[in-house]
């Protein structure tokens, strides 16, 4: 259940009534937004009369949420989450950030040589594989450990925060001292252990997509996340499994405008395992920007070719280039800062 309040409420009154509700059992949520303030509860509210509550002169409105995600929705926090990683707002509607570097950590070489390059290009965030779920036992693993000191290196030469993928929950107290954005992988969207530990911290999770996975089963995991009390959640689009062959994925544009409508959290979009193909990156990236999505995470790769991860879809330093160029041209038109410009 919501209930609206008028700003103008006393503030003893508002604590008088929070405790009311908490005495009856009910989990309650503050939101306090610059025309009302939101009472987001859940448990069982049956118990509450509505009409009798709505005699209330400072109560405006309340509405009972019927989706299964409660925390998640957006009748539940009317306004959108805004999450700062180190100075960067990502879904602030005013800001299209961008997440850039190699699928993998190979060498401390690799990660500064495009840490460098896609910082000098535009982006605002590194990504780049430390520890790789690969759907065959015998493809690189990622340099785990190591690679995440590469990564830290990166951030120290460069000062660009870092995502990479967890992939279990013993690393959350080593992902959560050394990380910026904690990444979850579409394998691992209904980790449920692994999403209950990442509650139990403060630290922003990037929650991908999984490959079958519906909106609202991808809503519920951000939940289980949410409900253990870490309430920064960016959602991310990488594309479902379908009927096509053609592309490695098919990205789900209309997910977006979805999404944005169910739930108040930021929702990115990775354009690269969409397609598996680099040169539908580009496309791709410029569509998730005109159909609202706060960003992308996109791989880079000084030499694809020879990459020992996903070679086939990661631009090149001049593709990356080029296509910072088109998302920052493109971004006047829809009143965003690209931090290309």
């Not at 009910?26 to 306090?32: G, N, S």
């Not at 049956?46 to 989706?67: K, S, T, W, Y």
């Not at 590469?150 to 993928?165: C, D, F, S, W, Y």
């Not at 992308?296 to 001049?318: M, R, T």
């Amino acid at each position: 259940m919501v209930i609206v309040t008028k700003t103008t409420i006393e503030r003893q009154k508002l604590d008088t009534m929070v405790q009311d509700f908490r005495n009856l059992g009910l989990e309650v949520d503050i939101i306090e937004g610059t025309g009302s303030i939101v009472l987001g509860l859940i448990g069982d509210t049956h118990q509450l009369d509505a009409d009798r509550l709505l005699l209330d002169p400072d109560i405006e409105r309340i509405m009972r949420v019927q989706e299964p995600f409660k925390k998640a929705s957006r009748k539940f926090h009317p306004e959108a989450t805004v999450i700062d990683v180190n100075g960067v707002s990502i879904g602030d509607g005013k800001s299209f950030v961008v997440m850039a570097g190699p699928c993998s950590v190979e060498t401390e070489e690799q990660i500064l040589t495009v840490a460098k390059s896609v910082k000098s290009n535009g982006a605002s965030i590194l990504r780049g594989g430390a520890y790789k779920p690969r759907t065959s036992p015998y493809s690189f693993q990622g340099l785990e450990l190591e690679g995440l000191e590469l990564l830290k290196k990166a951030r120290k030469e460069t000062g660009l925060p870092i995502v990479t993928e967890i992939m279990c929950p013993s690393l959350v107290e080593v992902f959560n001292e050394n990380v910026d954005i904690i990444q979850v992988g579409a394998r691992n969207m209904q980790n449920f252990d692994l999403l209950k530990e990442l509650g139990k911290i403060e630290k922003p999770i990037l929650l991908k997509r999984g490959l079958s996975a519906t909106i609202e089963e991808w809503l519920m995991s951000a939940e289980y996340i949410m409900a253990g009390g870490n309430h920064n959640v960016i959602l991310c689009e990488r594309g479902i499994r379908t009927f096509e062959t053609y592309t490695r994925n098919t990205l789900d544009l209309s997910a977006i405008p979805a999404v944005k409508k169910l739930s108040h959290l930021p929702v990115v979009v990775d354009p690269s395992h969409s397609a598996g193909m680099s040169w539908m990156v580009e496309p791709l990236s410029l569509a998730a920007m005109a159909v609202g999505a706060d960003g992308i995470i996109v791989e880079v790769h000084n030499d694809p070719k020879n990459a020992l991860c996903d070679g086939a879809q990661s631009l090149d330093l001049d593709q990356y280039g080029a296509l910072m160029d088109k998302l920052g041209n493109m971004s006047v038109h829809f009143g965003k800062k690209c931090y290309k410009i």
